[in-house]
């Protein structure tokens, strides 16, 4: 099994590259583990404090199930991947079963963060795109699905998202094999990753 962790800060284009790597392999040989998924549990918090957290922090998610996740993937066994609802600000009660498959990636704006879980990982790749694009993509994307106005996602930009990704997410590109420069946009060296993957994946 080929274990492989991809980070990089949010609308950087992570999605764009597990999707081409994916679509590179063979049918039915990718599990994607989104970072996403693995928020906190917070049923024992009232409504407004749950929308007080602040899910760009290390600390809003829950490291240990998702390193017990991995490991139980890794080593064979399917795992109850939880789900989780960005309007209600919790896990639903609902889960994805996930069954082993020879290449499970960890995709997510911290997955590089947590030294256990990179110690599993047989590659880690870092989506880098600059802060403008990432801007622009998070509005898009917040406006359309998440129902936020356009001032609301450019003061939690500024007040959130950018503070986080300088503080917690940018430094763990040290950590990376590979860094994909353009994020989504770079199809030369997506496919050059793609190949080298292909090379790492029994067949």
Sequence with gaps: MTIIGIAGGTGSGKTTVVRKISEALPPH???VIPLDSYYNDTSHMTEEERHSINFDHPDAFDWKLLHRHVNELRHGNAVEQPTY?????NRLPETIHVEPKPVIIIEGIMTL???????????????????????IRNIRRDTVERGRTVDMVVDRY?????????????????????IIPQGGENTKGINILCKYIEGLVPR
């Design 85 to 89: 609802s960005y309007l209600k600000c």
């Design 29 to 31: 040989y990718v599990a």
């Design 158 to 178: 500024l007040d959130v998202l950018k503070p986080m990704h300088e503080q917690f997410i940018e430094p763990t590109k040290r950590f990376a094999d590979v």
């Design 113 to 135: 963060l947590n030294k256990k879980l990179r110690d599993l990982m047989d590659l880690k790749i870092y989506v880098d795109t600059d802060s403008d694009e990432r801007l």
